[in-house]
């Protein structure tokens, strides 16, 4: 029987070009999330899906495709895709780690590094025509090298965060549910600590880890408060890990002092509260959206896909 692939939304030429001839193709290619009843539609029959995070693929649309083997999301992150379903029909869902890593976190470090420095609000001064003479306190930021850096989630983008700021002589304090060996540990001069702990005593803190039920809003009302005043928070893990109420009016009232975010609750929409706040840098979810890292990812997904319908492993599985 030949093999067909709905390939949910838009995906490079040279990532499809990968897939035989004798397989059919579905192409939906935009970049607007497809309704349920019509990703519905258009699965029915087909052996795999290739989908991007705006795809939600829930147990209900995996029980109308019957014939599906393979879910291979264009992203590491997979929380729009229920696994535990997906392994109960018996379909393989993949992910597209490692080849991100170093680029997320390139982009979580120019958070950190431009809600520390006032970047953005520098460009807006300098473009607005209210720049008239060099100012002594102008737009005073705070220093990032030898501060220490609180890293939640130590998994590949977490460690790749800590090996920059070797760069920076930071002292980097992680933490996470699984503790790395001690080789890693002595290599990127990271300590493992307590939530308590990294939060109280950290100058930064940037978030890694997955969203699951345990680490949603993680970053709330409580933890915010146990956070220095002049704390700079970075996600560039899933919104709906950061409380963005709670972090709205912990920038506003000086809680911490500045935020850079690359993720929100609910994407695309960005709470009302942070919108008027210059203390936040905001990113429209692009930590992994370099030229090189998109074609790359899109290539894994692919090969993942093709990997399952030619019945071989997949090449990065979720765990
Ligand atoms: C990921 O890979 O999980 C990103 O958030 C989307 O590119």
């Known amino acids: 029987m030949p093999k067909s692939v709905f390939i949910s939304n838009v995906l490079p030429q040279a990532a499809r ?19 349920k009843t019509e990703l519905m539609t258009r699965l029915r029959g087909k052996d795999g899906l290739i989908c ?3 795809t939600t693929v829930d147990d ?7 014939s599906l083997r393979v879910v291979a999301n264009v992203a590491v992150g997979y929380n729009n895709i229920d696994v535990a379903a ?5 379909v393989v869902v993949t992910n597209t780690p490692d080849v991100l890593t170093e680029t997320t976190a390139d982009f979580a470090w120019a958070l950190l590094m431009a809600a520390a420095r006032r970047v953005v609000e520098a460009d807006h001064f300098a473009r607005s025509g209210r720049w ?24 590949r983008i977490g460690r790749a965060v800590a090996r920059r700021a070797l760069g920076f002589d ?17 290599e990127l001069r990271a300590a493992p600590t307590d939530l308590a702990t990294l939060l109280r005593e950290s100058d930064f803190v ?4 997955n969203l699951t039920p345990e680490t949603h809003h993680l970053i709330g009302e409580r933890t915010l408060r146990t956070m220095k005043r002049s704390a700079v928070l970075v996600n560039a893990s899933r919104g709906p890990v950061v409380d963005e109420a709670a972090l709205a009016r912990a920038l506003r009232e000086g809680g911490i002092a500045a935020a850079g975010l690359d993720v929100f609750e609910e994407e695309p929409t960005i709470h009302p509260d942070l919108l008027p706040l210059a203390n936040v840098v905001m990113a429209p979810h692009i930590a992994s ?11 894994l997904a692919v090969k993942n896909c093709l990997a399952v319908l030619e019945g071989k492993p997949p090449l990065t599985p979720v765990p």
């Open 132 to 155: 008239t003479r060099w100012q002594w306190d102008l737009l005073w930021g705070a220093d990032v090298h030898e501060k220490t850096l609180g890293i939640i989630g130590f998994g």
């Open 17 to 35: 070009d990968l897939i035989p001839k004798d397989v059919s193709v579905d192409y939906n290619e935009t970049d607007t999330p497809l309704p």
């Open 60 to 66: 209900e649309v995996l029980a109308q495709a019957p």
């Open 206 to 209: 940037t978030l890694h880890t």
């Open 52 to 54: 991007q995070i705006v």
């Open 86 to 90: 997906a392994r109960r029909r018996g």
């Open 170 to 186: 930071m002292r980097v304090l992680y933490h996470d549910g699984v503790r790395a060996d001690a080789a890693t540990e002595r």
């Open 289 to 299: 959206a370099s030229r090189e890292t998109r074609l790359a990812m899109a290539t």
